[in-house]
């Protein structure tokens, strides 16, 4: 046999290699694929809805709102000391 007929058997011996590798990175990535696809779908959940705002405390009532009221009118300038303490004698008495 020549050099040249011993070249042409060893570049068709590494093409037929070749190609047989090729064959079977395809068939290893389709495997993959289908694997992946007898998997169970995950399905994402929806990003939970932002957060409410905290409800603010209600406003107190009874005796401790009228307290406080006439505290804020006093401080606020509207009812003098002695007015703020009849005020708050009248509530405190009642």
């Known amino acids: 046999?020549?050099?040249?007929?011993?070249g042409g058997a060893v570049m068709a011996g590494r093409a037929s290699q070749r190609r047989q590798y090729e064959r079977e990175d395809q068939e290893a990535r389709i495997e993959d694929l289908e694997a992946q696809?007898?998997?169970?779908?995950?399905?994402?959940?929806?990003?939970?809805?932002?957060?409410?705002?905290?409800?603010?405390?209600?406003?107190?009532?009874?005796?401790?709102?009228q307290l406080q009221?006439?505290?804020?009118?006093?401080?606020?300038?509207?009812?003098?000391d002695q007015e703020?303490?009849?005020?708050k004698q009248k509530l405190l008495a009642s």
């Open 1 to 6: 046999m020549g050099a040249a007929m011993m």
């Open 37 to 65: 696809q007898q998997q169970p779908q995950q399905q994402v959940a929806p990003a939970p809805p932002p957060a409410a705002p905290a409800p603010q405390a209600p406003a107190p009532s009874g005796l401790a709102a």
């Open 69 to 80: 009221q006439l505290a804020d009118l006093k401080q606020s300038g509207v009812l003098s």
């Open 84 to 87: 703020f303490a009849a005020a």
